[in-house]
């Protein structure tokens, strides 16, 4: 089976005025398969963000490409839905009217549109807020939103770019347990940037670790632990061992490597 998403020797420069060219990403090869979780972590400035960015289709890259089942992305595309740690809705549009919004791209009628929109805003346990205004949520649920706007275009991957990573312990479990589940039932391909490291163990198949200066694939961690994932797990030797060999990748390269 081809991969579903494919990173072929993706780099990319960015020239800043009056300094030397700079590489975010150097020669990024990396596939993720059809329904696969992948989880990215790696020190701040690493290229992950430059990364996803690239598979949205949000940024060029200056050599290589990213395909998507086989086909070189471009641009943006509604099989692929992007969620970003700030929660990017429209301030004045209601949280149904958010969701809707990206139905409203696909060109699906009014009737179907409410309907699936507030589909999502329950799963995403909103229901009681649909005809409130961004400004009238917590971060957790403003965040909540994005995500259900994200899943209402039922997209057939997920970019999601340290999602959580503003949101208190608590809800932030919640989410992690919430997107498991959605991800358990439709199998959708996601590529999770994280700078949580017991977050990327919990969620994933495969930790993909990336270092910086310049910005590069470190290594790959596969995670064998079951699905579905509870607190049993992550209380367990193995995952503490997982997270373990993570951390110390990520912020005890050298360690790891005299070992
Ligand atoms: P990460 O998400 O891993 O923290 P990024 O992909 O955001 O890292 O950035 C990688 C490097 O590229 C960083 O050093 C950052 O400063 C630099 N960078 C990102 N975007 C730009 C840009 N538009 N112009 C110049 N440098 C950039
Ligand atoms: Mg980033």
């Known amino acids: 089976m081809s991969p579903k998403i494919s990173f072929k020797d993706v780099s990319r420069v960015f020239e800043v005025s009056g300094r030397p060219v700079f590489t975010a990403l150097d020669r990024l090869s990396l596939d993720i398969d059809d329904g696969e979780f992948i989880t990215v ?52 549009l209601t949280v149904r009217e958010n969701v809707e919004f990206g139905l409203r791209l696909t060109g699906m009628p009014k009737a179907e549109r409410r309907k699936v929109a507030d589909h999502f805003i329950d799963l995403v346990n909103l229901g009681h807020f649909a005809d409130s205004l961004p400004k009238m949520l917590s971060g957790g649920m403003k965040q909540r939103c994005a995500i259900a706007r994200a899943y209402a275009v039922n997209p057939k991957i997920l970019l999601m770019d340290e999602p959580f990573g503003a949101l208190d312990a608590l809800t932030r479990v919640q989410l992690q347990d919430q997107l498991l589940q959605t991800w358990s039932r439709d199998r959708r391909t996601v590529m999770f940037i994280t700078h949580d490291v017991d977050e990327a163990v919990y969620l994933a198949n495969r930790v993909v670790v990336m270092a910086a200066r310049p910005g590069r694939l470190d290594r790959i961690i596969p995670v064998d632990l079951p699905y579905p994932r509870t607190e049993e797990i992550r209380l367990s030797p193995e995952f503490a061992a997982l997270r373990n060999e993570v951390w110390r990748a990520v912020y005890h390269p050298r360690l790891q490597q005299s070992a």
């Not at 992950?48 to 960015?53: L, R, V």
């Not at 200056?62 to 429209?90: C, H, K, M, N, T």
């Open 41 to 92: 972590v790696g020190p701040s400035g690493c290229g992950k963000s430059t990364a996803m960015n690239i598979a949205a289709g949000l940024l060029p890259p200056s050599s290589g490409r990213v395909l998507v089942d086989g086909v070189e992305v471009r641009g943006p595309g509604p099989e692929r839905g992007v969620i970003f740690q700030q929660y990017a809705l429209f301030p004045w």
